[in-house]
Each structure stands twice: as structure tokens, then as C-alpha cells.
């Protein structure tokens, strides 16, 4: 299948604070003295360290207390960074993008504005790499769309530059608006999407607008949008058929 993707890429950056924890991590071990030798690393959020195989500027290894030290700042910003809303959200979409793209779904992303723009969106967002070549502005439409401004002439594009049917294709939105535009092209679907970091009493609201603009679907986290696969293709209705024959003791009908 493929998912074409119009979200609000600016909530999903990451890259200035990355980069500040980075900067600061880096200034630590600069004035600790063992730079060159030790680096540490919020790419992942994991443990981060990285030991260089040349020598620090003291030419020995840094002693275990320096290093625990290093760790325990690296920790706390760690968990700070957990905490910030646009990290939440950027994790939640990320891993769904991750799993789709493991099982083999093409994923596509668009933007009404510029492709370079939408592009570092996707930079900022570290999510890049997952589209491939598959990221649409307004300068990529097909030449048959290029009076049409709407976000559906950006999901026509996608769907057929992805070489794939309408029939075989999501799109995936987080506002009413975007989710209007594509109700027209008749996809597979239309999904409305809610990071389920959106605070609680704002979750029903966008998902009774995306309900009302003609979302087929709504998912508040990206595992609720991994599932959709395999509930359209039929698969969900199978196994619930099996369930209930294995209760009932015979096939069902």
C-alpha cells in the first residue's frame, strides 16, 4: 500500500534542540579535557557515547568518575528531551513510519508550499530518508494539475508517481482541511491522524472535525494507523471469522 502523508511537519522538529543538547554535551567534555576522545550523542536518545579510538588530550582514557559524570548530565537531558512535546510527538510518528516502511509500504509525503521547504521539514524532523523520493509540493505536480492548488492535486501526484491505484492508497491527515481535499480522489482510505500527545480535551474535538470533513478513519497514535493494513485487506474480518468457528466448534459461514 501506499500512505500518502499531509501533516503539520513543523510540530515533528527536533533539529534545534538536538542540536543545542549536542552543543552542550560538547562544551562538557571540552572543558573536562577529553573531547577528542569521548563524544556524546542525542541522535537516538539512547545511551549516546561513543568512545573514539584515538587518544584524549591527556592521552589516556578518561577516569570512571569524569565518564559518570558525563553520563549523569547526559541522562538528565535525556529525559528532559522525553518530556518536550515536540519529542513526543516526533517519536510517535517516527516509529509509525518505521514499522510501515518495514512491511514494505511505500510512503509518500506532501506539502502546499514549496518541495524544498516540505524537504526541510523532513531534515528537522530526522524523517526523511523514509520518503525517498517521494516528497510533493507544488513545483512537483503533474502537468495536467498545475492550475489546481489544492492539496488534492499534491495526493493525485503522489499516488501516481508512486505507480500504484487510488484503490491501494491511504492518505493520512491531521486537519480537516487536508482530509477534505482528499475525500474527492477516492482512496482506499482517508485516515485522520492525532499524536496521542494532543492534550485529552482537544483529542475529541479534532476527531469529531475530522469525522465531519469525511475522514473514514481516525487514529490517535501512529500503531492505530500501522493496523490499517491489515484490517482492510480483509485479514481482521478472517481471523475474527477462525476466532469464533474455534469457539463454536465448526467453520463458519
Known sequence: ??????????RFSISE?????????????????????IIFNFASLGAGEKLLPFASQNNAMPED?????????????????????????????SEMLKILKGEGHQLAAV??????????????ARTRDYFEDKVY????????????????????????????????????ADTPEAICDAVPIHPLAVVGYIDPYVAWDKQGVRLKEMEQAGAHYTAVGGHNVTALP?????RAKREAENDLARIMGRPFH
Not at 69 to 88: A, S
Not at 230 to 234: I, K, N, P
Open 230 to 234: 491489515w484490517y482492510l485487506s480483509g
Open 17 to 37: 534542540q538536538m542540536i543545542e543538547a549536542n552543543k552542550f554535551m560538547s562544551g562538557m567534555t571540552e572543558k573536562l579535557g577529553v573531547s577528542p576522545r
Open 111 to 124: 506539502l502546499p508550499s514549496r518541495t524544498c521547504q516540505l524537504e526541510e521539514l523532513l531534515e528537522r
Open 137 to 172: 509540493g507544488y513545483d512537483r505536480r503533474s502537468d495536467d494539475l498545475l492550475a489546481n492548488f489544492t492539496l488534492a492535486s499534491l495526493y493525485t501526484t503522489a499516488i501516481n508517481g508512486a505507480d500504484t491505484d487510488f484503490s491501494d492508497s491511504l492518505v493520512v
Open 1 to 10: 500500500m501506499l500512505f500518502v502523508l499531509s501533516l503539520d511537519w513543523h
Open 65 to 93: 568518575d569524569t565518564l559518570d559524570y558525563l553520563r549523569w548530565h547526559h541522562h538528565q537531558i535525556v529525559e528532559i528531551l522525553r518530556q518536550d512535546e515536540p519529542f513526543k510527538a516526533n517519536r510517535d510518528l
